[in-house]
């Protein structure tokens, strides 16, 4: 049996944060944060499984997606990061 899998889930403009204030939001591309999740991953014995959309309907299909599959051998654990989406009204 493999490591156990978790889902992560990247929101809307995660796709451009090496465009985005360093200050802020730390510099690292999409590629270079996922990076550094995955060896976090694996110094949990975790698998990781990385997503990421602008598209709120996207986003809402991948989350279903997941819960079809955990009984299944999908994703054990999930972890959202929806970015901009949790400043909005």
Same mark, same amino acid.
């Given at each position: ?7 992560? $889930? ?10 985005? =204030?360093? &200050?802020?939001?730390?510099?690292? %591309?999409?590629? @270079? $944060? ?10 949990? =014995?975790? &698998?990781?499984?990385?997503?990421? %959309?602008?598209? @709120? ?33």
């Amino acid at each position: 049996m493999g490591r156990p899998l978790v889902a992560v $889930l990247h929101g809307v403009n995660f796709d451009v944060l090496e465009l985005r =204030d360093p &200050a802020t939001y730390g510099g690292l %591309t999409l590629g @270079e $944060l996922e990076r550094q999740i995955e060896a976090f991953a694996a110094e949990l =014995d975790l &698998a990781v499984s990385c997503f990421q %959309t602008n598209s @709120e309907a996207s986003y809402v299909t991948e989350l279903h997606r997941i819960a079809r599959a955990r009984g299944r051998g999908g994703p054990q654990g999930l972890i959202l990061n929806p970015g901009a989406w949790t400043l909005y009204a």
